[in-house]
T-cell receptor
Framework: GAGVSQSPSNKVTEKGKDVELRCDPI?????LYWYRQSLGQGLEFLIY????????KSGLPSDRFSAERTGGSVSTLTIQRTQQEDSAVYLC?????????????FGPGTRLTVT | GNSVTQMEGPVTLSEEAFLTINCTYT??????LFWYVQYPGEGLQLLLK?????DKGSNKGFEATYRKETTSFHLEKGSVQVSDSAVYFC?????????????FGKGTKLSVKP
């Protein structure tokens, strides 16, 4: 079946612009995670959605970052007023159930470059 | 807070060599432990996992044992192949119960030469 998909695969934007990154999780998966992969910081957790519960935003690095998940499926990560340090690969993952022992399935990522 | 430390690479081995990638963790509770692999041009995928102390995860000839006494989860393979060339990430699940967001190590790049 279809895996996690993300779009766009690459995004180049100018400093100060807003960007939206999209994630389509595996159908039926209730848990959705966003991570960021950068050379300096490695892989970092950003935000977690589980069903209709309030999201866990504890990993968001600043208030320029926000995310939503509509209808319990597709998620959008928005970065406002982008900065050069936001350049990274943004990864989305989904899991059939939220929980520490459940496998997370990762999408291919969106490579964001802020010039 | 919780953290994962894994050996820095890159690691270069000849085909059929023995592989060990060290991973140690710091956690306040009882996390689950994972190894994820990222092949060139592909996304992260789960290689193996262990959810409690003394569990051994295994897949594709790779093994790792959850050692609570040494807070370690070292990855081993007896005979690597060129196709094993990839970046390997050790990870633990943060927070028990219903969340499970992952904390990753920095990754170890493995190159296997024929």
């Amino acid at each position: 079946g279809a895996g996690v998909s993300q779009s766009p695969s690459n995004k180049v934007t100018e400093k100060g612009k807003d960007v939206e990154l999209r994630c389509d999780p595996i159908s039926g998966h209730t848990a959705l995670y966003w991570y960021r992969q950068s050379l300096g910081q490695g892989l970092e957790f950003l935000i977690y959605f589980q069903g209709n519960s309030a999201p866990d935003k504890s990993g968001l690095p600043s208030d320029r970052f926000s995310a939503e998940r509509t209808g319990g499926s597709v998620s959008t990560l928005t970065i406002q007023r982008t900065q050069q340090e936001d350049s990274a690969v943004y990864l989305c993952a989904s899991s059939s159930v939220g929980g520490q022992s459940y496998e997370q399935y990762f999408g291919p990522g969106t490579r964001l470059t802020v010039t | 807070g919780n953290s994962v430390t894994q050996m820095e690479g890159p690691v270069t081995l000849s085909e059929e060599a023995f592989l060990t990638i060290n991973c140690t963790y710091t956690a306040t509770g009882y996390p689950s432990l994972f190894w994820y692999v990222q092949y060139p041009g592909e996304g992260l995928q789960l290689l193996l996992k262990a959810t409690k102390a003394d569990d051994k995860g295994s897949n594709k000839g790779f093994e790792a044992t959850y050692r609570k006494e040494t807070t370690s989860f070292h990855l081993e393979k007896g005979s690597v192949q060129v196709s094993d060339s990839a970046v390997y990430f050790c990870a633990l699940s943060d927070q028990g119960g219903s969340q499970g967001n992952l904390i990753f190590g920095k990754g170890t790049k493995l190159s296997v030469k024929p």
